[in-house]
């Protein structure tokens, strides 16, 4: 059984920083893609990092300059540095993973359980 784990969401004060991150566990033969998204009150789900097995990031353009994905392969972990947080980053942020669980001959999409981030004076 493959989960998502995801840590760091909190409140933070505009201008402030948060890290998240979200590991992979259970029974991975490889790993994609990982992503963070996320869902601001009354909107939709909207993309805001990736980063590809080769370490290419992409970002949308609100947060460019601002948040820095990365990801440790071998902790199979994704993480987002947010800096220079403002009020519109508040949103319940989802990590999301391409990974072929072992046994599996197809990479398959999961979803962590989404964490709050809140920003705030």
């Known amino acids: 059984q493959v989960q998502l784990v995801e840590s760091g969401g909190g409140s933070v004060q505009p201008g402030g920083s948060l890290r998240l991150s979200c590991a992979a566990s259970?029974?991975?033969?490889?790993?994609?893609?990982m992503g963070w998204y996320r869902q601001g009150p009354g909107k939709q789900r909207e993309l805001v990092a990736t980063i590809t097995g080769g370490y290419s990031p992409i970002y949308t353009d609100s947060v460019k300059g601002r948040f820095t994905i990365s990801r440790d392969n071998a902790k199979n972990t994704v993480y987002l540095h947010m800096n220079s947080l403002k009020p519109e980053d508040t949103a319940v942020y989802f990590c999301?993973?391409?990974?072929?669980?072992?046994?599996?001959?197809?990479?398959?999409?999961?979803w962590g359980q989404g964490t709050q981030v809140t920003v705030s004076s």
């Open positions: 999301n993973v391409d990974l072929r669980p072992t046994g599996i001959s197809r990479l398959t999409n999961y």
């Open positions: 259970g029974s991975i033969f490889s790993i994609g893609a």
